[in-house]
């Protein structure tokens, strides 16, 4: 338990700096978007690739942005599991962290799907 008190101590310092890049790259995304509806493209015309490129990183976005508020919640948990007594910690553990920890994973599952649509190889 001691390890995960202190891996999320230095998780937790890590999340602002993440969170803030992570709205960069969804506020550069959104203008790209943005521009790309207002520009007439021969390949959009013919195609639904394109689209479904948009529609790929706008879930991966979106997967990314609920990932980064539950780990904000584990970090959270696990800061005040480190203030309960050792006997309380376990049980604790068990009844908050455990379902946050099987939503990430959950997330993370679906990341990998999203992702593997937008590889190379899935493309063709």
Do not use: C
Not at 27 to 53: C, F, M, P, S, V
Not at 101 to 110: G, W
């Amino acid at each position: 338990m001691n390890d995960y008190v202190s891996a999320y101590a230095r998780i937790e310092t890590l999340l602002n700096e993440y969170d803030e890049q992570l709205q960069r790259y969804s506020g550069l995304y959104n203008q790209a978007r943005e521009r790309d509806r207002k520009t007439i493209d021969l390949q959009r015309l013919y195609g639904r690739r394109h689209l479904t490129n948009w529609q790929n990183m706008s879930e991966i976005l979106d997967i990314t942005t609920h990932l980064s508020e539950i780990i904000r919640s584990e970090a959270s948990v696990i800061h005040n599991m480190a203030s309960l007594p050792e006997p309380e910690r376990v049980q604790f553990f068990h009844e908050h962290f455990l379902p946050l920890e099987a939503q990430e994973k959950a997330l993370r599952e679906r990341l990998l799907v999203v992702g593997k649509r937008m590889s190379p190889s899935e493309e063709q």
